[in-house]
């Protein structure tokens, strides 16, 4: 039996991560921090280690006689009152968990970045692993320092660390406990905020697959080589026409022009910001916008295996979930 160590397993990826992993019979231990939401793991057979990516002394003698080390651990904000805590989280606590696996000779490392610091062709078509992309262009600082952690992964790759990074797209599904940004759109939706819609688009993909995906690259994947973990290109317009069909809830028609959006984000955050409350638009997520987010995880697809199931069934459950969980009112 491997003994498998998993950083962000309180997550909405990771516990999905950990479960599959339970279901194959690892052994799993999880970091988690002193004050991290444990909901996702209760009832799960696992061990847990107290603990934060940002604080070495904690990981390193957690990772004796680990096989495998799923990085998942990220600081997913489209707004900070300061930034420099998203940089502090996803490269400082990329470098402390990769130095500590290096020097506990990890066997392998799985690192999960994101499709956000990958390269968009201006053709429009979807981008791949190696779509060239300039750091400067990309848009946010979640985005930015997860490009800077993927390039010191890559670094350790060359180090002799066998590390495999995936870029997941945009999981949907059961147990968005934060919720993510996605999954605040589907909340948004099914309460019935969502009066209006701009012309932009996701990659989107089932978090179980996103979880299956992860395991494929600890299995199949090949040291520093990158795997897109997505499946089907929307525009935001037909992912609110399926929740609308999965849902029995009216989409909205009108689509707004992205400057209509900006205004209304940059008006959102000046008032929030005088409550010392996050916007309930970030300027980033409206910025972001202006480019449809489209991938191709062909790569994965042939080469790990990765699962291409239905997003209708994994926007459904999204429903459900958050309506079973007092997310929205249920109707």
Not at 125 to 148: A, C, I, M, N, Q
Not at 219 to 247: E, F, W
């Amino acid at each position: 039996m491997k003994r498998v160590f998993v950083t962000g397993g309180t997550g909405f990826v990771g516990a999905h991560v950990i479960r599959k992993l339970i279901e194959r019979g690892e052994q799993v231990t999880a970091l988690v921090r002193p004050f991290g939401n444990p909901t996702l793991l209760k009832g799960l057979d696992i061990q847990t280690v107290t603990g934060d990516i940002t604080d070495f002394d904690s990981i390193y003698p957690a990772l004796v006689g680990t096989d495998t080390l799923y990085h998942i651990a990220a600081d997913y904000r489209l707004w900070a009152s300061d930034p420099r805590e998203i940089y502090y989280n996803n490269l400082g606590g990329t470098l402390n968990v990769l130095e500590a696996a290096l020097r506990r000779n990890v066997r392998r490392v799985v690192y999960t970045s994101t499709v956000g610091c990958l390269g968009i062709p201006k053709d429009g078509s979807p981008g791949v692993e190696d779509t060239p992309v300039v750091r400067d262009e990309l848009v946010g600082h979640y985005k930015k320092s997860k490009f800077d952690a993927e390039k010191v992964a890559l670094e350790y790759a060359g180090k002799g660390l066998d590390v495999v990074i995936v870029n997941p797209s945009t999981p949907v599904g059961p147990g968005d406990v934060k919720p993510t940004p996605t999954g605040k759109i589907i909340v948004d939706f099914l309460k019935g905020k969502m009066q209006a819609y701009v012309d932009t688009g996701l990659n989107l993909i089932s978090v179980e697959d996103v979880a299956e995906g992860h395991l494929l690259a600890a299995d199949k994947g090949v040291r520093g080589q990158k795997y897109i973990l997505g499946n089907c290109n929307l525009t935001l317009k037909q992912i609110l026409d399926i929740l609308a069909s999965v849902t029995s809830r009216k989409a909205p028609s009108m689509c707004i022009p992205h400057w209509v959006a900006l205004m209304a984000a940059l008006a959102d955050t000046a008032y929030n910001s005088m409550l010392t409350k996050p916007p309930n638009i970030p300027v980033e997520g409206v910025l972001m916008a202006r480019k449809k987010m489209f991938f191709c995880s062909q790569k994965a697809v042939v080469e790990l295996g990765l699962p291409q199931s239905p997003v209708e069934d994994a926007l459904a459950a999204a429903a459900k979930w958050f309506q079973s969980h007092g997310y929205c009112e249920i109707k």
